[in-house]
């Protein structure tokens, strides 16, 4: 009996190993998975529970009451939220597109470079290098209209009405894009350096041999070569401008009006200014939202790049 | 642990002597029986432990500064400062009273969030520390900015109090002087006057007749609003029901008088006119009346940043149909509850300390704006601080509240929106008064106020 005992049990034992190592590389992912779920599905789930209650300080201690679908009924009559929407969507698509654009012939033009070019990829990086609040100071003063050094200049140049920039609400939102392209076009020239750089030039040497011009050698085989690269780029950078404070906060606090609101200042003012909290949670999860389409369409791009290269 | 189970050393025993000392030196005015029971409460409290305080770095910051030193210098007692920026203040003060227990023993609460303390509870009502506790008449209450009536859930004169005023904010009517001399003019009392006066000094850009505030602009919007008879929000005491008075006929003709004297007399940029652009204009020479903030006086008197040193003069903001108004934005300092008894009484310690006649005097002269009338009434004369510190004693009776509400942060921010809106012309001064209405009843009601409905 003992022996039959042990020997189901050592049975049992090999069982359990086999089934172990099989599929050992699933358990690999455990502790992954657990570390992600703490991290990140937690604090996920605590902000969808939040979005669907209100929270409060009462007597020194955090009442949460659940309200149910209360803050999206706020949501549809919160006359702010359309405008900091479309300004973000303004926002992103101006910077990336612009800070694309400058960042891709920046990099073409540096690869070309053979002196000095440590001189000028150390140049373009400084704007990535300075703390966007002191970008952001530096840009207010500049900016100013009695006494910012743009204006000094084009009052020089004969400017009798110069603009009034932040203080203009049609120029606010575009006068915070100028200030992020300072700041951001580095970042995808970076990138797109390191994938230009990484480019097969002997594939360029053949088609001028074979009688192609400079742009079409760069339009025909470089650029789509490039196409991983960019939508990489671009795809990280959208995703930073999404979320773009630092910049709307100090230049122009969102305003005059709601010309340059956005919608991460706005959760801010919601969430910390106002201590809405619930409702502030409840447009944090919809600002993820709209950025996860972002991110998932950029994906499909990407594969659907790859897949017809 | 309790106060009673605590030995009494030598060092702490001095201490207590050195502030009940301090106590007796600086309240002449204060009964013996009065002295006798402070003197008592300060030495039952003697065990008194370092405190650290939550200050935000303002204009007024290094007289604050010098005001703790010297309480250090003259009690023994130690007080750590954390200096923090305005922006990260409320959110500071929020994360010091969620947890077990406060890293601060005392809080500096600005008037447009204070109420969230209170009504939560987040700080100690100052009578449960000492039951004996009396506030002297002369300290100023800013429209009961110390109380809270938990019944009305608003600040009343009838409330318990909660916290104890550090820094007496109000607005002042700033104006140079040397120009209004030489015309003859003396100061204006209505916004009719101040528009005359624009006119003959406005001259661009070299000079502006008038400013306003248009970023964050709702503080000085308010004083508009009770010039004519309204205000953001009321409380009928009679019946508990809130009004908005944005809806009112008056709430128009202040947006419209806000908005000519800012477009006619102020500067180009007028959409985009902070606290410092203005103070930067008037310390530059550039213009010659404004409203704003009291607190910005030393600023005009200092010669490293300011060309008009001695040619400034201040006064009661001017009114209108409804009268004169100074808006109250003053910070209060409150106790966290979440503080062992030792901790909330050394931190009393110190503000009955810094709320003395003698403190606040000195308080005032390096540089911070004092909370006690007799100390606006003694320095009134004072050749470096008198031509301000007049005018905010003068004030005194004009003070109004800012809505203070749990929502008053969500109010002031449709009140910002809503008027610079009908600057930009996105809005008529018609539809920027009733959408703001709309927005701030909604807000009550949400808040389960009991509102009237608009008219």
């Known amino acids: 009996m003992a022996t039959t005992a042990l020997r189901r049990s050592g049975t049992g034992q090999r069982r359990l190993g086999t089934f172990l190592d099989q599929n050992f590389k699933y358990w690999a992912l455990l502790p992954t998975l657990l570390f992600m779920a703490v991290l990140t599905l937690y604090p996920v789930g605590q902000l969808l529970r939040l979005s669907l209650s209100d929270a409060q300080f009462i007597k020194g201690k955090l009442v949460w009451s659940y309200v149910g679908l209360d803050h999206f009924t706020t949501l549809s009559h919160d006359p702010v939220v359309p405008d900091a929407l479309r300004n973000t969507l303004v926002f992103?698509?101006?910077?990336?597109?612009?800070?694309?654009?400058?960042?891709?012939?920046?990099?073409?033009?540096?690869?070309?470079?053979?002196?000095?070019?440590?001189?000028?990829?150390?140049?373009?990086?400084?704007?990535?290098?300075?703390?966007p609040i002191a970008i952001s100071a530096m840009w207010r003063l500049m900016y100013d209209y009695n006494y910012g050094i743009i204006n000094q200049i084009l009052i020089e140049l004969g400017a009798t009405r110069p603009p009034l920039w932040t203080a203009d609400p049609d120029l606010a939102l575009a006068s915070v894009v100028i200030v992020d392209v300072w700041h951001w076009t580095s970042f995808l020239f970076l990138i797109m350096l390191a994938g230009v750089e990484s480019l097969p030039h002997e594939l360029g040497e053949a088609a001028r041999v074979d009688g192609a011009s400079e742009i079409q050698v760069y339009r025909r085989i470089f650029l789509p070569l490039l196409r991983p690269t960019i939508i990489v780029a671009l795809m990280l950078r959208t995703i930073l401008a999404f979320k773009v404070f630092d910049q709307i906060f100090l230049l122009t606090g969102g305003g005059p009006g709601t010309s340059s609101e956005v919608i991460s200042l706005y959760v801010y003012k919601v969430f910390f200014v106002q201590g809405r909290m619930g409702y502030g949670a409840l447009l944090a999860l919809i600002t993820a939202l709209i950025m996860s389409v972002f991110v998932v369409a950029y994906q499909w791009l990407n594969s659907y790049v790859n897949k017809t290269r | 642990?309790?106060?009673?189970?605590?030995?009494?050393?030598?060092?702490?025993?001095?201490?207590?002597?050195?502030?009940?000392?301090?106590?007796?030196?600086?309240?002449?005015?204060?009964?013996?029986?009065?002295?006798?029971?402070?003197?008592?409460?300060?030495?039952?409290?003697?065990?008194?432990?370092?405190?650290?305080?939550?200050?935000?770095?303002?204009?007024?910051?290094?007289?604050?500064?010098?005001?703790?030193?010297?309480?250090?210098?003259?009690?023994?007692?130690?007080?750590?400062?954390?200096?923090?920026?305005?922006?990260?203040?409320?959110?500071?003060?929020?994360?010091?009273?969620?947890?077990?227990?406060?890293?601060?023993?005392?809080?500096?609460?600005?008037?447009?969030?204070?109420?969230?303390?209170?009504?939560?509870?987040?700080?100690?009502?100052?009578?449960?520390?000492?039951?004996?506790?009396?506030?002297?008449?002369?300290?100023?209450?800013?429209?009961?900015?110390?109380?809270?009536?938990?019944?009305?859930?608003?600040?009343s004169p009838d409330g318990a109090l909660y916290g104890l005023p550090i820094n007496g904010n109000i607005q002042l009517f700033f104006y140079r002087q040397d120009l209004f001399d030489e015309k003859g003019l003396a100061a204006p009392t209505t916004w009719d006057e101040v528009e005359s006066i624009a006119q003959t000094f406005h001259n661009p850009p070299g000079m502006h007749g008038f400013s306003?505030?248009?970023?964050?602009?709702?503080?000085?919007?308010?004083?508009?609003?009770?010039?004519?008879?309204?205000?953001?929000?009321?409380?009928?005491?009679?019946?508990?029901?809130?009004?908005?008075?944005?809806a009112d006929p008056g709430a128009v003709e202040a947006l419209k008088t806000w908005l000519r004297l800012g477009r006619e007399y102020g500067p180009a940029n007028i959409n985009a006119m902070g606290q410092a652009e203005n103070l930067a204009l008037m310390a530059s020479g550039r213009l010659a009346q404004v409203h704003m903030v009291g607190a910005a006086a030393p600023n005009y008197d200092n010669p490293d940043t300011s060309v008009v040193v001695g040619k400034m003069g201040a006064g009661v903001v001017p009114g209108g149909p409804g009268g004169r108004a100074t808006l109250s934005g003053i910070w209060v300092m409150g106790i966290p509850h979440n503080?062992?008894?030792?901790?909330?009484?050394?931190?009393?310690?110190?503000?009955?300390?810094?709320?003395?006649?003698?403190?606040q005097l000195y308080y005032a002269q390096s540089g911070a704006i004092p909370v006690r009338q007799d100390v606006y009434e003694a320095l009134s004369e004072d050749p470096k601080l008198g031509w301000w510190m007049k005018a905010m004693g003068e004030s005194t009776p004009f003070i109004k509240a800012q809505p203070r509400l749990a929502e008053t942060p969500q109010i002031v921010e449709v009140i910002d929106r809503r008027t610079t809106q009908a600057l930009i012309d996105e809005l008529t001064p018609e539809e920027a008064m009733a959408e703001a209405a709309k927005e701030i009843h909604q807000i009550l009601v949400s808040g389960g106020y009991t509102v009237k409905p608009l008219a």
Not at chain 2, 6 to 25: E, P, Q
């Open chain 1, 92 to 131: 992103v698509a101006a910077s990336v597109i612009i800070e694309g654009v400058l960042g891709l012939l920046l990099a073409v033009l540096v690869s070309r470079v053979r002196r000095f070019a440590w001189f000028y990829r150390s140049v373009f990086m400084i704007p990535l290098l300075i703390p």
């Open chain 2, 1 to 155: 642990m309790s106060l009673n189970n605590r030995r009494m050393s030598r060092r702490n025993f001095l201490k207590g002597a050195a502030a009940s000392g301090v106590l007796l030196a600086s309240t002449p005015g204060v009964s013996f029986a009065e002295k006798v029971s402070s003197i008592h409460f300060l030495r039952r409290r003697a065990q008194i432990e370092t405190i650290t305080i939550l200050i935000n770095d303002s204009p007024w910051f290094p007289g604050f500064e010098a005001l703790v030193k010297q309480y250090v210098e003259t009690t023994g007692n130690d007080v750590k400062l954390n200096v923090t920026p305005f922006a990260g203040m409320l959110e500071k003060s929020r994360n010091a009273v969620q947890g077990s227990e406060s890293e601060f023993d005392i809080l500096n609460l600005n008037e447009q969030w204070y109420m969230q303390f209170y009504a939560g509870g987040l700080v100690t009502p100052i009578h449960d520390i000492n039951p004996d506790f009396e506030l002297d008449p002369n300290v100023i209450e800013y429209d009961a900015a110390t109380r809270w009536d938990e019944s009305l859930r608003y600040s």
């Open chain 2, 212 to 246: 306003l505030r248009t970023i964050g602009g709702n503080w000085e919007f308010q004083a508009y609003l009770h010039s004519y008879g309204t205000s953001a929000v009321s409380l009928d005491l009679a019946s508990g029901e809130w009004m908005v008075g944005l």
């Open chain 2, 339 to 359: 503080l062992s008894d030792v901790r909330k009484a050394s931190a009393l310690a110190f503000l009955e300390w810094a709320l003395t006649k003698d403190a």
